[in-house]
Structures are given as structure tokens and as C-alpha cells.
């Protein structure tokens, strides 16, 4: 035992990646807490840490290390063990238990039930285990969550089946399943007698989303249902994007006119090549249906420049589709394999360096353009808010995202954590709006 007997264990989490990650980590420390364990927001006092990790970018990966090697200078001092958990763990399995000698555990996505029985665990047994079940959708378990945020995650589905040739997502989160409309239902309204006023509803393709013959577009209304004041969800995949959904999303005057919707490349060849599932027009008849169906959507996209066999003139088709989408705001990417991919494993990375670096810079200049001019379009008017943030400058000053997901800073010293407000913009900078609240 790595812990004293007269005292209850002490856990550190310790989070990367995307908000699925973050919604584990929650059920981590429910797990734990469940295990009569306590939580610290410290590794100093912990008596077991672990990292939940990212596998989507080596760059995420090489993170995780250097901070375990880090964390392990605790070891010198008493005994503490260290634990990566997550995909990375998934990805790497127990090569990472030989590459790093101060690791102890490494346990992928599936696993987490097991969680606590590593603090009975003899100090010297060192273990791996990327078991998966297909079952697991870790139903019935608590969450430990920060509450006084008034937004969170519920997760809907877990694992991908679409197999994009650059992604390892379907080999560390494995096959699609999804939850029960009932559970998700259940849940969101035991978070709204807990005080949240926003739920988002995950899933690596959360409109994928199916229970018999009843799709996402059903499970949007379901949980619309409920009466909780905000509903957004991420992120969806555009193969999976019909008329129920969007008629879902602009008839529920709940669900939040914001639609993520990863376009990765411009070009149909290189679509292809990702096995991305659509085309280029296709994905264009789309954003134009959710831009007639939905008044005032907002858009954002997930793009890959210098994907491998990206000529100049597949390069433009990209740009041109930024063009035709106007997307209010986008996560852009230079192009990098990732062992165990089929991109990796078929495709030479043949587009050069500087040549991805510049494809880059041009991608995020005509995106900056467009988020600039989408933001400063929005001084003089009125947006509703929800609290869910204090700002840098001290307690007067609170963040609240407006229902199209931008960041509005607002000052005021009345208490408005947690409370969907009206603000009217002042001023635009290049991530943030300034607004002050409607007298
Ligand atoms: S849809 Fe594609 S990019 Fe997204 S998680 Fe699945 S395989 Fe990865």
C-alpha cells in the first residue's frame, strides 16, 4: 500500500484532451470517491496519480511523458504511484511501461472500474491493461464534478466506427455504443436538480447516436423534453446530419443554434484518401441546409492541411470551401502521422514541412478574417448569456458563452454565476467580446 492505514488514499487526476476526457476524469473521481478515497487538485499529497491522455497527437503523447518524468522526482521523496490512463495508454499499451521505467500503471479507456483495486496493488507490480468491452458504457456510476459550474457534459455514446485513415480514435476508443435514451434522459435531470442550466451531450460522432429506429434527431427532442434551459452537443460528423436532426435543432428552443462540424479537407480526392465518407458538395449541401433550416447557426470546423498527396490545386479547394462555408471559428491543423493508422501505414507523408507550415499560416489567416468580422459583427447587439466563469481581472468580472458558443466578458458586481443574463456587445477583440449587462 502506497498509502498510510489510518488515513483514507489521496488521488490526483490530471486531464489532456478533448472534453470526452473530461467528462472521464469526472467519472474517475466518482469512482474514486465512491472507493472512499480523496481527491486533491495537488500531486504533492497524492498517494496514486494518474494521467488521463490524448492519443490523437504525438506532440500530446511526448507531453505526457516528460510530465511523468517530472512527477516521478515525488518518488525520491515518499511513495507515490503513477498511472496513464486514457487513449494514449490505449495506443501505446505496455510499450510506454518499458519506454518510461517510473511509470507503474498503464489502463485503457475500458478499464476504469478496476481503478481503485490499484491502491491494494503490492508497490513492486508494475501492470498494464488495454482490455476492452464492448459492454462498457459505465452506467449507474457517480461523477465528481466542480458544481459550481452550471454546464456539463453527458456523455451519449462512446467509441467511432468511422475509421478516418489519420485517426486513432477507433482503436483506443474502440467500436460505437451507445447509452440508453432513458439513461441520458436520467441524467440530465439529476444535473438540473443539481443546478445545471446546460448540458453537453458528447460523442467522438455524437450524431451517430442510435437506439432501435430512433436516431439522434429523437434523442435531441428527449432530452429537449427535460426543459433544462441549454443543450449543445460534440461532435457531430456530417454523414450523420439529416432533416430530424436539424429540425430538431430549430424547432427545440433549447438546443443551441451551434454546430461543430469537422470538414477536415476541401477536396474530394483527399476526402477519399481520409475515407471521410462525403464529398465535397456533399458537406456544402449540407452547411447550406443548416444554414436555411437553422436561423443565426453558427458554424466552426476541424480542418488538416498537407494531408499526404495534397497538391496546391486540392491545397485551394480547401480555402475555396472556407470561403463558400463562412465558418464563424475553426481548429486548424498541419497534417502528422500517427503510428497504427491506415494513412500511416499506406500513404507516404510526402507533403514537405515548410510546405504544411505555409498551407497552414494561409488557413489560419482567411479563418482569422472570418472570425474577426463574425465577432464585430456582433458589437451593438443583444445576446443572451450563460455564467459560467470568472474573469481574469477578479470578482467583478465573469465569462458567459452566448448561445452561438462565444466568450462574452462582462463586469458586474452582483453574483452572476450560473445565470443566463442579456448582454449587449461593446467590443470585439480577436477570442473574446466585451459587453456589459442590459440595464
Ligand atoms: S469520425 Fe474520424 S476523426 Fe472523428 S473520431 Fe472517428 S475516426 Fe477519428
Partial sequence: ????????????????????????????????????????????????????TCAVRERAEQRVIGRVNQLASLKKRR??????????????????????????????????????????VERDERYADWSTDRGELYEGLPTWRDKHCPSAFVTVMRGCDMMCTFCVVPFTRGRERCRPALAIVAETERLMEEGVREVILLGQTVNAWREGEAGFGSLLRQVSDTGIPRIRFTS?????????????????????????????????????????????????????????????????????????????????????LMEACAFESGFLFKYSPRSGTRADREFEDDVPEEVKQRRLERVIELQTGFTRRFQEAM???????????????????????????????????????????????????????????KG
Avoid at 104 to 113: A, F, Q
Avoid at 383 to 399: F, K, N
Fill in 236 to 320: 457531430p460528423h456530417p454523414l450523420h446530419f439529416g432533416p430530424v436532426e436539424l429540425a430538431a435543432i430549430a424547432e427545440c428552443e433549447n438546443i443551441c443554434e451551434s454546430v461543430h462540424l469537422p470538414v477536415q479537407s476541401g477536396n474530394t480526392d483527399v476526402l477519399e484518401r481520409m475515407n471521410r465518407g462525403y464529398t465535397r458538395a456533399e458537406y456544402l449541401e449540407i452547411v447550406r441546409a443548416l444554414r436555411e433550416t437553422i436561423p443565426h447557426v453558427t458554424l466552426s470546423t476541424d480542418i488538416i492541411v498537407g494531408f499526404p498527396g495534397e497538391t496546391e490545386a486540392q491545397f485551394e479547394d480547401t480555402l475555396s
Fill in 379 to 437: 458589437v451593438g447587439g443583444e445576446y443572451e448569456i450563460l455564467v459560467d466563469g470568472i474573469g481574469d481581472r477578479g470578482p467583478d468580472q465573469w465569462t458567459g458563452k452566448t448561445r452561438g458558443n462565444r466568450t462574452v466578458v462582462v463586469e458586474s458586481g452582483e453574483q452572476l454565476m450560473g445565470r443566463l443574463v442579456t448582454v449587449v456587445i461593446e467590443e470585439s477583440g480577436t477570442w473574446t467580446l466585451r459587453g456589459r449587462l
Fill in 79 to 120: 511513495e507515490v504511484r503513477i498511472g496513464v490512463v486514457g487513449c494514449m495508454a490505449q495506443h501505446l499499451r505496455d510499450s510506454l511501461l518499458e519506454s518510461v521505467p517510473d511509470l507503474d500503471y498503464v489502463l485503457g479507456p475500458d478499464t476504469y472500474r478496476t481503478l481503485p483495486d490499484l491502491l491494494s
Fill in 1 to 52: 500500500m502506497t498509502h498510510q492505514p489510518d488515513r483514507r488514499p489521496i488521488v490526483y487526476i490530471e486531464t489532456y484532451g478533448c472534453q470526452m476526457n473530461v467528462r472521464d476524469s469526472e467519472m474517475l473521481g466518482g469512482i474514486f470517491r465512491q472507493a472512499e478515497c480523496d481527491l486533491t487538485d495537488t500531486p504533492d499529497r497524492a498517494d496514486l496519480i494518474l494521467l488521463n
